[in-house]
C-alpha cells in the first residue's frame, strides 16, 4: 500500500469517529446546563458544587473532535454563563473557550468512549478550568482570591462522577450513521 492509500484509510477512520448531533441537541443541552446551574441550586444548595455547562463543553468538545467547534462552543457557553451570572462578562467566555479547544484537541488524539478516559478528562478539565479561571481573576481583575486547590480536586471528582453520567445520557443523544 502506497503512502497516499494509507493516509487516505487514517483520514477516513478519523473521520468515522467524529461524534453528529442534532442541531437542537447543540442548542437545547447548553441551555438546559446554564438553567440547571442558576435555578436548581437556589431550591437544593447543596447542588452548587456541579458545573454542568463545563461539563456540557467538555463533552461536546471531546466528541466532535475538532478544536473549532470545540472553541466555539466554549465561547458562546461561557458568554451565555456570564451574561446570566454576576460574574464578570467574559471571564467564563475566555475559559471555557480555552477548555473547549483543548478538550477537542484531545478528543483528536484519544479513546474518549471509554468510561475511565471519561472520568479522567472531566477530573482534568474541570482542574484546568478552576486553574486558568484562578489565574484569569488575578491577571485581568485583579483581585487575589484563594488557591483552594484541595478544594478543587475534590470538587473535580464529584463533578467527574457527574459528568461521566451526563456523557452516557448525552451518548443517547447522537445521531447514529
Do not use: C
Not at 93 to 106: E, M, P
Request: aromatic share 14%.
Amino acid at each position: 500500500m502506497s503512502y497516499s492509500g494509507e493516509r487516505i484509510l487514517l483520514s477516513s477512520e478519523r473521520e468515522s469517529r467524529v461524534s453528529r448531533f442534532r442541531f437542537w441537541v447543540m442548542l437545547v443541552v447548553p441551555l438546559a446546563a446554564l438553567l440547571f446551574q442558576i435555578y436548581v441550586p437556589l431550591v437544593f444548595p447543596f447542588l452548587s458544587f456541579l458545573d454542568l455547562p463545563l461539563l456540557v463543553v467538555i463533552y461536546l468538545a471531546v466528541m466532535r473532535r475538532n478544536p473549532v467547534s470545540g472553541l466555539l462552543m466554549g465561547a458562546a457557553v461561557g458568554l451565555a454563563q456570564d451574561s446570566l451570572s454576576k460574574n464578570p462578562l467574559g471571564m467564563y467566555g475566555i475559559v471555557n473557550t480555552l477548555v473547549g479547544y483543548f478538550a477537542a484537541s484531545i478528543g483528536m488524539k484519544l479513546d474518549v468512549d471509554n468510561l475511565t478516559m471519561r472520568l479522567l478528562l472531566a477530573y482534568f478539565f474541570y482542574i484546568l478550568h478552576q486553574f486558568l479561571y484562578w489565574i484569569m481573576e488575578r491577571a485581568l481583575l485583579r483581585h487575589l482570591p484563594p488557591f483552594d486547590w484541595q478544594h478543587w480536586l475534590v470538587l473535580g471528582i464529584l463533578n467527574a462522577l457527574v459528568g461521566a453520567a451526563l456523557f452516557h445520557f448525552l451518548d443517547k443523544l447522537r445521531v447514529t450513521a
